[in-house]
């Protein structure tokens, strides 16, 4: 009953901390502390800031030890008592703030449900409580372990000490609830008394980050259609700078409530969301955008790139830029909503793939080995899905989450993380386990290391919640989170290491091994060590965040996506003399009360820059005279109000060139479902929605000359016969509109290529939940027969361009009779400065008891700007595994036989363009090591 001290209490009923201390004075909780202490602790303005700590850990420190080490420290004003577990306290000093509001800081030990013992709560702009404390809302703390921090002294900060001996340092620091939060959110949270930041984890830059007034590139099916892998790494190259030029930023201006004590958090340093590799094998899967499309080689190149790029630039240094996390171990490609008989409904989060060992090796797992392994582009972590594989869920599979990356050689500070509340799943959707507990114990057993865990985690505490009592910003419910998930995960990570539960799965020992592997990325990023000896962490001056430079640079990079697959005429480049009408849902979006809300030309997992460019304000742009306009419907109408599209037809009718904009969306679905694609659901056609057809066909009646502009992030046919050009404009980002012009006008020649095939109907696949690559009608260009099911309407690798190249004076060598070199020539053949795209397919001999792919791509090069006139010489090489062959078990080989390499603009199987592949032929045998 000591006035001056009170026992922290995360929560009275599930977070039975105070037991001991209870039983220690042999006194009941109410007995422990009456209510004439309460009112004593509430007028006694004496709770403030952490100032320094005394463990005990040869025995139970008692309330009465504690509150007399305060009264022998001269700025000790109040003692705070924290049960770490295992028969450990951690008695806490407090200084001299005066608020009563800071004693909501922790929960007094106090007579259950009596409003006499709850502190005020303090309104949302409280002022620094006094000016004799360290909390000026003007002034920016020191970094953790610069001169002037409490933390300065302390091990974790000594640089000269070994990594692993300043973790454990640290971590000895710590308490059980504050580890138990670095597991559960990789954040403890601000701790004043270590000057340890908030650190948001959660951050997403799958095309740019996922915030307001930033670059924001094409998403990444637009990525791959570039075909250009060193244009991937510049990409990578900007986000990391933005990430990096943000976080300190934004660092003076984060702050501590209610103390207002600034610089206490760290934000965009870790992008879970960074390459997503997961392979697009089925055109209706929702979120086919968010990839890199059908081909392993493609993806991985580009993952690959773009994960280096963003981590380590610099490969002088161990520190990291950005924390890159790629996802989702490892075998989920669908379906999200779609079920097999073609309606709604499925559950993504209880879906089980079953895959061949043949196709994991051949196809699902090369694009994760290319990101992860230290060798190519070393993401230092990765996020297992909500799927299952092969009866075992992501989340809980120890081959996905420690024996492939093992495989893989992932780096020493390799973590997996779960992506949301899909630990949760493994039991609660898949039945994984004998209870929700039982599963999660399983789960940090095989691999999984940090959990993404629903709630915010600037939302701590409450009732229910075995967590830290910390204070709450405005708004924030009254439990640890929004969900009851998380109070159940929580309380189920207390009870394994709190001695309630003996679960050897999930012990003290393993928490601390938990969240060491947090702390380690921490110290990769460089947040202990002095700014001068890490290279990312100089100052970047923040007018780099969005700056024209990168709206320049993200423009080049909307063109370079942009496919041009049919040309008559060779109408295009468009003359910026030219009479243009602009037509079609997709030319100004915001125009629409369904899509005003959101940014359409970025989809998903995007920010928005401050400039937003649509097709209408660049085509505009390039012309002399403004075009005419013309919305002709909303994206997915179910009723038109012109059914004749008569305004339409009659500005298309009185312009040379008419240019439609058409396309999906990521949140409206026509009367049928159909327009629609995005996490969560799948689309159930392959066309365009039944109004924009007709919308299409009204205008082509009318129209001199028709471009097509499509805007999907997955393959949709068109009829042909309605357009004079077209083109696939993959979600062009924050320059869509900018980036298209230049194509259409000339400025950049088009460059792009498909990074899937486009099937013309269903009946060219099998439904979306049968994982066979190989059965026919086989996935993909790799394994699709169109003799056995038709041509698709557009093949992988295909794009058309304003000039002619031809490939010439093709040899292929064999190299110790494992590797295979190939030289070639390619000519600029036509009338315009541009870049070719050449693709190398291998095709390679048959195997009498294995699918093998007829041609399968092992090189992309683009090249430099040609005159016309120019050549180039371009190299390849496959080593190999390149050259290898997935037996049935997963096992690789080198088959004896002739290999034959071929090498064009496209795709040897597409007869659109198969005149310009040229091939040749090599001879292997003998044992190779694979």
């Known amino acids: 009953g000591h006035p001056r001290c009170t026992i922290s209490m995360p929560s009275v009923t599930a977070f039975t901390v105070f037991v001991v201390i209870a039983v220690i004075l042999n006194g009941s909780l109410a007995a422990l502390l009456g209510q004439e202490t309460c009112a004593a602790l509430q007028s006694t303005d004496c709770y403030g800031h952490d100032i320094g700590h005394v463990a005990n850990s040869t025995s139970i420190m008692t309330a009465d030890a504690c509150c007399k080490a305060c009264e022998s420290n001269p700025q000790c004003k109040v003692a705070v008592l924290v049960s770490q577990g295992n028969g450990q306290a951690l008695c806490l000093f407090k200084d001299a703030c005066p608020t009563p509001s800071s004693l909501k800081d922790h929960l007094m030990l106090c007579p259950k449900n009596s409003s006499a013992c709850k502190p005020p709560t303090p309104p949302p702009d409280t002022p620094c409580p006094c000016a004799k404390c360290p909390c000026d809302p003007s002034a920016v703390l020191p970094r953790t372990c610069d001169s002037g921090s409490v933390a300065a002294g302390m091990g974790f900060c000594n640089t000269s000490d070994s990594t692993s001996n300043r973790i454990a340092d640290l971590l000895s620091r710590l308490t059980r609830a504050e580890k138990l939060y670095l597991v559960a ?32 590139f094409p998403m990444p099916i637009g990525l791959a259609a570039t075909f250009d892998v060193e244009l991937m790494a510049q990409i990578g190259d900007v986000v990391g700078l933005e990430g990096r030029a943000m976080s300190q930023r934004d660092y003076a201006a984060s702050f501590d409530w209610p103390t207002n004590l600034h610089g206490v958090a760290l934000n965009y340093l870790v992008c879970k969301d960074a390459s997503e590799v997961n392979m697009a094998r089925h055109p209706l899967w929702g979120r086919t955008s968010e ?21 380590r630039p610099d490969p002088s240094t161990n520190y990291l830029r950005t924390a890159a996390v790629t996802r989702h171990l490892v075998v989920y490609s669908g379906p999200e909503s779609l079920k097999d008989d073609g309606t709604q409904g499925a559950d993504r989060f209880a879906f089980n793939a079953n895959v061949s060992a043949r196709d994991l090796e051949d196809f699902f797992y090369p694009p994760f080995e290319a990101c992860i392994s230290r060798d190519r582009g070393g993401s230092i972590g990765a996020m297992c899905s909500d799927a299952a594989q092969n009866g075992v869920p992501s989340c809980a599979s120890e081959l996905l989450m420690t024996t492939k990356p093992g495989e893989w050689n992932a780096t020493d500070d390799f973590f997996v993380v779960s992506d949301m509340g899909s630990y949760y799943n493994v039991f609660a959707r898949h039945n994984y386990g004998a209870n929700m507990s039982d599963a999660l114990y399983g789960d940090f057993q095989a691999g999984l290391d940090i959990l993404y865990i629903r709630g915010s985690s600037r939302c701590r505490g409450g009732q229910g919640a075995p967590a830290i009592r910390q204070g709450n910003p405005p708004g ?23 001695g309630t539960v003996n679960d050897a799965r999930f012990t003290l020992e393993d928490l601390d091994a938990k969240a060491a592997r947090v702390l380690q990325l921490r110290f990769a990023l460089g947040e202990f060590d002095p700014v001068e000896k890490n290279p990312y962490a100089q100052a970047i001056n923040a007018s780099v965040i969005d700056s024209e430079a990168h709206r320049a640079f993200n423009r080049n990079v909307t063109a370079a996506s942009i496919v041009l697959v049919k040309n008559d005429a060779e109408l295009l480049p468009l003359t910026s003399t030219a009479k243009v009408a602009v037509i079609g849902p997709w030319a100004r979006p915001a125009n629409q009360a369904s899509l005003a809300s959101a940014h359409p030309y970025v989809h998903a997992y995007a920010g928005s820059s401050a400039e937003m460019i649509d097709i209408l304000a660049g085509i505009t742009t390039a012309l002399q ?6 919305q002709g419907c909303e994206t997915n109408q179910t009723i038109v109000s012109d059914p004749t599209f008569s305004e339409a037809k009659r500005v298309a009718a009185a312009a040379d060139v008419t240019i439609v904009a058409l396309g999906l969306t990521a949140n409206v679905e026509d009367q049928h479902g159909v327009g629609l694609e995005a996490e969560m659901r799948d689309r159930l056609s392959l066309e365009l929605p039944q109004v924009q057809q007709d919308l299409l066909a009204a205008v082509r009646q009318s129209a001199k000359k028709v471009v097509l502009v499509i805007v999907a992030g997955s393959g949709v046919p068109f009829n042909e016969s309605n357009a004079d050009v077209a083109v696939y404009a993959m979600y062009g980002g924050a320059q869509a509109g900018s980036g298209l012009a230049d194509v259409l006008f000339g400025a950049v020649p088009p460059t792009g290529r498909l990074p899937l095939t486009v099937f013309t109907e269903l009946s060219q696949m099998k439904p979306m939940g049968n994982y066979d690559l190989t059965t026919q009608p086989g996935r993909t260009y790799l394994f699709y027969d169109p003799e056995q099911f038709g041509q698709p309407q557009f093949w992988f690798g295909y794009g058309l361009g304003y000039s002619r190249f031809e490939y010439s004076d093709l ?5 110790d009779k494992c590797n295979v070199h190939a030289v070639l020539t390619v000519t600029n053949v036509g009338k315009v400065v541009s870049r070719e795209v050449a693709q190398l397919y291998l095709g390679r001999p048959a195997e009498p008891s294995v699918p093998v792919a007829k041609w399968a791509l092992r090189g992309i090069q683009r090249t430099s700007e040609l005159a016309p006139g120019s050549a180039v010489t371009l190299q390849f090489t496959i080593d190999a595994k390149g050259l290898s062959t997935v037996m049935e078990d997963g096992t690789r080989k080198v088959s004896t036989g002739s290999y034959t390499i071929a090498v064009g603009g496209g795709s040897p199987v597409d007869p659109r363009g198969s005149a310009k592949v040229i091939q040749s032929s090599v001879s292997l045998g003998g044992s190779c090591s694979v």
């Open 291 to 311: 990839t890199y499309g059908e081909d392993p080689y493609l993806s991985g190149l580009m993952g690959e790139a773009f994960t280096k790029a963003l981590q």
């Open 476 to 498: 924030c419910a009254q439990v640890a989170s929004d969900s009851d998930q998380s109070n159940e995960t929580l309380a189920a990570m207390d009870a394994a290491t709190n």
């Open 811 to 815: 040899t292929v060598t064999a190299v």
């Open 185 to 216: 959110k990789a954040d403890t949270g601000f701790l004043p008394r270590l000057n340890l930041k908030e650190f948001q984890f959660f951050n997403t830059c799958l095309h740019g980050w996922w915030t307001t007034n930033v670059t924001t």
């Open 625 to 630: 005279a403004v075009p005419t306009y013309a």
